[in-house]
């Protein structure tokens, strides 16, 4: 059993962040010795599934209602899954743009590069070298 504060320190949260996740019913099985809450392993668990499900973007009523599910049992499988799957489309979307700003971050990076080297941007702006267009193209991309 860990403490709010052990937990707190584990998972890099305030712990006010912890007691707001009690409050919305997130742990609905948390032990409380003398009104002081107490994180099984069942609570970690949750804690982390929690953590990945907001670092995904979800919002706590759906994490909650994810939560609800797995308290219901077996029959909520098929809503569990379809909810992995949308988040896993939602991360995947989310990382395909965001590799096209690290793209575009590096070419830029490359550019002032060769610029600080020749004294100028003279030559980079008459020119796309091979080796970066890829990089460059898919960086230039609308979301």
């Known amino acids: 059993m860990y403490t709010i504060g052990q937990v707190s320190e584990m998972f890099g949260l305030p712990i006010s962040t912890l007691r707001y996740y009690d409050k919305e019913g997130l742990f609905p099985g948390m032990e409380r010795i003398s009104g ?3 994180f099984g392993d069942t609570e970690i668990e949750a804690l982390r599934v929690i953590e990945c499900l907001k670092k995904s973007g979800l919002e706590i009523k759906d994490i909650k209602q994810f939560m609800d599910w797995c308290g219901q049992g077996n029959t909520t499988y098929p809503q569990r899954k379809e909810l992995f799957e949308k988040q896993i489309e939602t991360v995947e979307a ?3 743009r965001m590799n096209r700003v690290l793209d575009l971050l590096k070419y ?4 002032y590069e060769q610029a600080i080297a020749d004294g100028s941007e003279d030559r980079l702006k008459a020119m796309k070298p091979e080796e970066i267009r890829t990089i460059y193209e898919n960086a230039a991309l609308p979301d």
Do not use: G, L, T
């Open 36 to 38: 002081i809450r107490k």
């Open 108 to 111: 830029k990076r490359w550019y």
């Open 94 to 96: 989310e990382m395909k």
